[in-house]
């Protein structure tokens, strides 16, 4: 079919906005205002992302929620003030549980901006995109992908976009209004 992988996320990859200064974890010190980015991904996304794991573990696999178990990112260890984060109490938007696992920082917004501290859990009912790695030149993918997400769901309208063009263009805007501004 030209499907490798499906993988879901609660925004746009190439810029992902959701962030909360309300989450809570052991340690936290109230006086210190902070802000952190919440990912919500499906189970399989950080396998699929290729995102590296620095210690502990990813979430299963599996489509079943995990809004238990939290995977944090390098910044967010470092913000939390953590020299162990594994095991540790987090809550955020009201789902509480441990960090299992602690990935390498990645960039969800320009390539030219600070990595910042991430959250992430594994929570399908929050779960707004699905990211579709294909393989290279499938024929017919992408009327393929139309014809069977308008089969689950015919009355809700599909937007496809290849992430490789979303890129290109946001880099592409970037270096247009660099040389405007020079």
């Known amino acids: 079919s030209g499907v490798v992988e499906v993988a879901g996320l609660s925004g746009n990859p190439v810029n992902y906005g959701r962030s909360t200064s309300s ?6 010190d109230p006086n210190t205002p902070y802000e952190v ?7 399989n996304f950080l396998n699929m992302m290729d995102v590296k794991i620095l210690e ?10 995990d809004s238990m178990r939290f995977v944090v990112n390098k910044a967010a ?3 939390m003030g953590f020299t162990e984060p594994i095991g540790k109490k ?3 938007w009201g789902m509480s549980g441990r960090i299992i696992g602690v990935a390498d920082n990645f960039n969800v917004s320009s ?3 600070a990595v910042e501290p991430q959250i992430i859990l594994a ?3 929050y779960v707004e995109m699905a990211l579709i790695k294909v393989t290279p030149n499938a024929s017919n993918i992408v009327e393929e992908i139309d014809r069977v997400t308008r089969q ?3 009355g809700y309208p599909v937007a496809m976009e290849w992430l490789d063009d979303s890129y290109r263009e946001q880099y592409e805007t970037e270096i247009v209004m660099g040389k405007l501004s020079n």
């Open 90 to 92: 987090l809550s955020v």
């Open 77 to 79: 260890v470092q913000m």
């Open 123 to 125: 929570e399908n009912q």
């Open 111 to 113: 390539l030219h901006k």
């Open 56 to 65: 502990g573990e990813k979430f299963g696999d599996g489509d079943q929620p």
């Open 37 to 43: 980015g919440v990912m919500v991904v499906s189970g």
């Open 152 to 154: 689950m769901n015919p």
């Open 23 to 28: 989450a809570k974890w052991d340690g936290q």
